[in-house]
T-cell receptor, first 113, second 113 residues
Framework: LAKTTQPISMDSYEGQEVNITCSHNNIATNDYITWYQQFPSQGPRFIIQGYKTKVTNEVASLFIPADRKSSTLSLPRVSLSDTAVYYCLVGENSGGGADGLTFGKGTHLIIQP | DAGVTQSPTHLIKTRGQQVTLRCSPKSGHDTVSWYQQALGQGPQFIFQYYEEEERQRGNFPDRFSGHQFPNYSSELNVNALLLGDSALYLC????????????FGEGSRLTVL
């Protein structure tokens, strides 16, 4: 499984755009990049997934360069409620379920007023 | 439509005891994965169940065992509890045709004294 590296913590302010970058130098051809959000004492929640280029949904965008060795989660106009831990995961979408996706320590994002 | 439900939400055990945690997957999901999350760490994959069989296992000792029932619900059993087993235990489910999104429950907080 490809290992991921992301900043331990980040600070920003309400209304700003926040970009969290994840490094995954050993990503395999069949691997997808997935981001989860976790609030204290809750289970992680899926944010977005991509394979290459750019993916956008109602809450975030995911930018993946051509070499796929890194990815950037972009959160537009953050609010206080976006304060959470964000995890970058790399793995295959295989079979009937995720094959033991590996979570790192994540990025603790703190949004200030 | 209920999401992933776990029970109990909190429990306290003493060293050497045994514990059983329960998980009901989201409706329509047939695969259940279990994760252990220690304080300040990311979730660590324990094992995954599909068609009532353990399909994949993480780096956890045999004290950790599980079961999946015909209705796709699952149990996690931990024997001979150690202080280091204190953690949030998360259950995640995924549908038959996995699209990259795991659905997590709120977790069971286990404290071992």
């Amino acid at each position: 499984l490809a290992k991921t590296t992301q900043p331990i913590s980040m600070d920003s302010y309400e209304g700003q755009e926040v970009n969290i970058t994840c490094s995954h130098n050993n990503i395999a051809t069949n691997d997808y990049i997935t981001w989860y959000q976790q609030f204290p004492s809750q289970g992680p929640r899926f944010i977005i997934q991509g394979y290459k280029t750019k993916v956008t949904n109602e809450v975030a965008s995911l930018f993946i360069p051509a070499d796929r060795k890194s990815s950037t989660l972009s959160l537009p106009r953050v609010s206080l409620s976006d304060t959470a831990v964000y995890y970058c995961l790399v793995g295959e979408n295989s079979g009937g379920g995720a094959d033991g996706l590996t979570f790192g320590k994540g990025t603790h994002l703190i949004i200030q007023p | 439509d209920a999401g992933v439900t776990q029970s109990p939400t909190h429990l306290i055990k003493t060293r050497g005891q045994q514990v059983t945690l329960r998980c009901s997957p989201k409706s329509g999901h047939d695969t259940v994965s279990w994760y252990q999350q220690a304080l300040g760490q990311g979730p660590q994959f324990i094992f995954q169940y599909y068609e009532e069989e353990e399909r994949q296992r993480g780096n956890f000792p045999d004290r950790f065992s599980g079961h999946q029932f015909p209705n796709y619900s699952s149990e996690l059993n931990v024997n001979a509890l150690l202080l280091g087993d204190s953690a949030l235990y998360l259950c995640a489910s995924s549908p038959p045709f996995y699209t990259g999104e795991l659905f997590f429950g709120e977790g069971s907080r286990l404290t071992v004294l």
